[in-house]
């Protein structure tokens, strides 16, 4: 399928992938910073999130619905910024259509197999029991909590709860729809197989799941360190847009050059 995007600037494409509890509004503060600073920012939702409802019952393979949209928007090769969820599509589309990824920027991610800590098991466990009561304004208050800083300030705040508030309206309606075989497989083979640049990275604030699962990609990736965003939680680049841009554009500009 198609996914609803948005764009801003010329040059080489950055597309932007958002985090589970969101949609590609998230971005919207970063599509005119990276215009100016000479890239094609493009933003994308997901299936089941923002704008890109799923028929009900049909199997999903976001990264394939990510590269087709970006060969449908003439946008044949690009670096691929992804948050949470956003990570991992990106890899999974990275892996799918290596030749294409240019880049990757991987913010707040964690393997599925990695056991959940104690605190972000207390958060799915707050958004479920919310959910099971029926209490869709509780499940937001959870969400919000878990996935955002004590640093946030309001409107980011009330921008998190506007999307999750959407996603899990989705999700009651709809349900989860089901996903076609992650072409990461298990284990972490076919990421070390990947050669493409990358950078990792990790709000100061997050539960520690994720900067154990960072460190363990930026490994796999040969990445490096794990770069941290300060003042920051999960939604890291939604808290701090301008470091995020930073780091994102400093890391773009060390690429090489395009091959004509």
Known sequence: MLLPSDEAGRGRPVVLLHARPTDRTMWGAHLPLLADAGVRAISLDLPGHGDARVPDGREVAPWTDVLDT??????????LAGNSLG?????????????RVEGLVLVGYRPHDQPASPRLRAAWDAERAALDADDLDAAVTAGVQAWTSADATDDVRAHAARMLRGQ???????????LAVDPLGE?????????VP??????????PDFFEGGEGLARDLNAGHTAVIRAAGHLAPLEQPAAFCTLLLDFVRRLPERRP
């Not at 970006?70 to 670096?79: I, N, T």
Request: aromatic content about 2%; hydrophobic content about 55%.
């Open 168 to 178: 899990l309206t989705a999700q009651l309606a709809h349900g989860e729809p089901p």
């Open 70 to 79: 970006l060969d449908h928007l003439g946008a044949d090769r690009f670096v």
């Open 187 to 195: 284990g972490t083979a076919v990421l070390r197989s990947l050669t």
């Open 198 to 207: 990358a950078l990792v990275a990790v709000g100061e604030h997050d539960m």
């Open 87 to 99: 990570a991992l599509v990106a890899l999974q589309a990275a892996v799918t259509a290596p030749e």
